[in-house]
Nanobody, 126 residues
Framework: QVQLVESGGGLVQAGDSLRLSCAAS????????MGWFRQAPGKGREFVAA????????SYADSVKGRFTISRDSAKNMVDLQMNNLKPEDTAVYYC???????????????????WGRGTQVTVSS
């Protein structure tokens, strides 16, 4: 069983950068496609970014494309989300998620992810 723990959240100003990390334990992430999702107060959980198990494919929500970058380090068993030029509308709890995968597909469909972290809060002030 894979356990996921997010870190790196905090309070920043608009235009600042943050790097979120997702550390996995219990099992190697080498066969897991990974994703980041977020949930703002009063809203549903939405897709942010995804990366294939090999790291060869990535996908992003339109709202973060060009500002956020997802990456993975198999040796460290971690997945990161680099967030640049943050905006107040990026304020949310950010969740790391994983799903067993044997292809290079990435997906933003949250029900396909079987493992979830507890989230880390990101607050962007204007």
């Amino acid at each position: 069983q894979v356990q996921l723990v997010e870190s790196g959240g905090g309070l920043v100003q608009a235009g600042d950068s943050l790097r979120l990390s997702c550390a996995a334990s219990g099992r190697a992430l080498s066969n897991y496609a990974m994703g980041w999702f977020r949930q703002a107060p009063g809203k549903g959980r939405e897709f942010v970014a995804a990366i294939s198990w090999s790291g060869g494919s990535t996908s992003y929500a339109d709202s973060v494309k060009g500002r956020f970058t997802i990456s993975r380090d198999s040796a460290k068993n971690m997945v990161d989300l680099q967030m640049n030029n943050l905006k107040p509308e990026d304020t949310a709890v950010y969740y790391c998620a994983g799903r067993w995968a044997t292809d290079q597909e990435t997906t933003g469909l949250r029900w396909l992810y079987s493992h979830w972290g507890r989230g880390t809060q990101v607050t962007v002030s204007s």
